[in-house]
């Protein structure tokens, strides 16, 4: 027989066992202040927004800051360094926990970054050195992209050969790439460096392919053009292109997007290769990162996320004509598991 006592213990444990059966398997409750993320709120504060990098960039802050659930303010100087440096003051004065520097230029960063330090709000540097140990720097291991690029280049044409190079100096992210060139330089000695030009002018890619037009002219020779910047890499196809040198140019590059990859999947293409992590990714990581700083964690002074190489030849005999191919098809590019704490939601996982 069963009297209310017993009846009192059933209903408890039917409870009990409903409870479990509605708590997510292996779900980890975020540390404060992220166990109430309505109440945190984060600025992303870029320099550089043109272009699709930039876009697939912000798309991956926005998809990470809502798995988070937190409040994203996105402020876009448009490459104005002065105007970045005055949206940092603007994201101190909104009161937020965190703000993401996106680019920009270390004199006008540097004292900035130090300001939101000072006002106690958490900060992580993404491709913009600001010289502040108390702040991590995200970056795509630039080195890396380089060497990716240059080595696929060594394998398609050997070690000796004139080349044409396009750099801007002063952004971190190319300076560490060109770093990198410089190495190759001296470790092949056949690989001469025959004009360097670039500029991070509006249109970026319609720019440089201004500059590219004088350059392919005056050295007919060059047959590798080194563009680690995909907006570089659009220019310099742009006319090599129209010089109808195609099949005498290879275009190696850094980053890529889908229209980089219809760009490279032309007929008769010169652009050959480029080494890229996933932008999407990036701006994940780079929220990421700044969430386990506001939430006390340490993510580590450099957070680096490798990059994987597209070759032309990827891309035709995969079939891949996006980036969501991309990463279906090629995995290491979709996901990089980097700071992923227990707690961290995934907004990749379906």
């Known amino acids: 027989m069963i009297n209310r006592r017993t009846l009192g213990k059933l209903a408890l444990g039917l409870v009990g066992a409903t409870?479990?059966?509605?708590?997510p398997a292996f779900a980890q409750t975020a540390p404060a202040p992220l166990d109430n993320p309505g109440n945190v709120k984060i600025a992303l504060v870029r320099y550089l927004s043109t272009g699709d990098f930039f876009q697939a960039y912000l798309s991956g802050v926005e998809s990470q800051a809502k798995a988070l659930g937190v409040d994203l303010r996105v402020l876009d100087s448009r490459q104005d360094a002065a105007l970045q440096a005055d949206m940092v003051d603007q994201a101190i004065a909104l009161g937020v926990n965190g703000i993401i520097i996106?680019?920009?230029?270390?004199?006008?960063?540097?004292?900035?970054?130090?300001?939101?330090?000072?006002?106690?709000i958490k900060v992580v540097a993404?491709?913009?050195n600001v010289e502040n140990d108390k702040i991590p720097q995200v970056e795509q291991s630039d080195r890396d992209l380089a060497?990716?690029?240059?080595e696929q280049a060594i394998k398609d044409n050997g070690e000796s050969w004139k080349a044409g190079y396009v750099y801007v100096a002063g952004i971190a992210p190319l300076d560490r790439r060109n770093e990198t060139w410089v190495d190759?330089?001296?470790?092949?000695?056949g690989i001469e460096e025959k004009a360097m030009?670039?500029?991070?002018?509006?249109?970026?890619?319609?720019?440089?392919?201004?500059?590219a037009r004088s350059v392919v002219s005056a050295n007919p020779d060059i047959s590798v053009m080194f563009a680690p910047y995909d907006e570089?890499?659009?220019?310099?196809?742009?006319?090599?292109?129209?010089?109808?040198?195609s099949s005498g140019v290879k275009i190696y590059s850094a980053d890529i997007s889908t229209s980089d990859i219809a760009a490279m999947r032309e007929p008769g293409s010169a652009w050959a290769a480029t080494?890229?992590?996933?932008?999407?990714v990036v701006g994940q990581v780079s929220v990421r990162a700044l969430a386990m700083l506001i939430a006390g964690e340490d993510p580590g002074k450099s957070v680096i996320v490798p990059p994987t190489l597209i070759t032309q030849k990827d891309l035709n005999d995969n079939d891949i004509k996006n980036m969501e191919e991309l990463s279906a098809k090629m995995p290491q590019f979709a996901h990089a598991d980097v700071v992923m704490p227990a707690w961290m939601p995934n907004p990749n996982k379906k």
């Open 126 to 128: 993404f491709d913009v």
């Open 184 to 189: 190759f330089k001296k470790k092949y000695p």
């Open 232 to 245: 570089f890499a659009k220019g310099v196809k742009i006319a090599v292109d129209e010089a109808g040198l």
């Open 197 to 211: 030009f670039g500029t991070l002018d509006n249109p970026i890619a319609n720019s440089v392919a201004n500059q």
């Open 19 to 23: 409870a479990l059966m509605q708590a």
């Open 275 to 280: 080494a890229a992590t996933n932008p999407a």
């Open 147 to 150: 060497r990716l690029a240059l």
């Open 102 to 120: 996106q680019h920009g230029l270390t004199e006008s960063m540097k004292e900035a970054a130090q300001r939101a330090v000072d006002a106690g």
